[in-house]
């Protein structure tokens, strides 16, 4: 017998299980059939960026090397609420920007594309008060999500991660109003 025939003779059964609401398909299975599961394993369709691209480099720490890449921003004077990178440049398909305090406390996220590109970040965290912030380069590992343990570091020409440190202060308005 087929898998897909030994399958179907318990789709009826477990239809009508499922109404009167039977809690196992052995309660519906004839006795001695084979009720052992079926795994599939699909391929991993994760975005795999070509030469041109940025290459894979496996290490202890995996990272996506990229040439190209690179943040360019200048201390910020605000209201805490964005973050404004004058230029993103990268050959990646998919990148995350992401800013952060100095601890590590991600404040806000945004995804780009390749290519060089200003970009205005809205922050989901303000920033609490005048600090140093960081702007780092992430690669999406293809589901578009900023997965932090997921989505790897990227790498310049020069061997370093993309990352820029930068003062942001607010404006004399915001300091007023506290």
Same mark, same amino acid.
């Given at each position: ?116 590109? !200003? =970009?205005?970040?809205?922050?989901? &965290?303000? /920033?609490? *008060?005048?600090?140093?912030? +960081? ?17 790897? !570091? =990227?790498?310049?020409?020069?061997? &370093?991660? /993309?990352? *820029?440190?930068?003062?942001? +202060? ?9």
């Amino acid at each position: 017998m087929s898998l897909g025939t030994r399958w179907a003779w318990l789709a009826v059964p477990l239809a009508a299980a499922a109404l009167a609401g039977c809690a196992s398909v052995a309660d519906v299975a004839p006795e001695g059939a084979d009720l052992e599961p079926i795994v599939v394993t699909f391929p991993s369709s994760g975005v795999t960026p070509s030469p041109s691209a940025g290459s894979v480099t496996d290490g202890e720490s995996s990272s996506v090397t990229d040439p190209q890449a690179d943040l360019d921003n200048d201390d910020q004077v605000g209201n805490g609420r964005s973050v404004v990178i004058e230029a993103v440049d990268t050959d990646l398909p998919a990148v995350h920007i992401v800013i952060e305090t100095r601890d590590g406390l991600v404040l806000g996220s945004d995804m780009r594309t390749a290519g060089l590109q !200003p =970009v205005t970040l809205r922050l989901n &965290e303000p /920033v609490p *008060e005048p600090m140093e912030l +960081v702007g780092r380069m992430l690669a999406d590992d293809g589901d578009g999500i900023l997965e932090l343990g997921a989505d790897r !570091p =990227v790498i310049d020409d020069e061997g &370093e991660q /993309v990352a *820029e440190d930068f003062d942001y +202060v607010f404006t004399q308005a915001q300091l007023t109003d506290d």
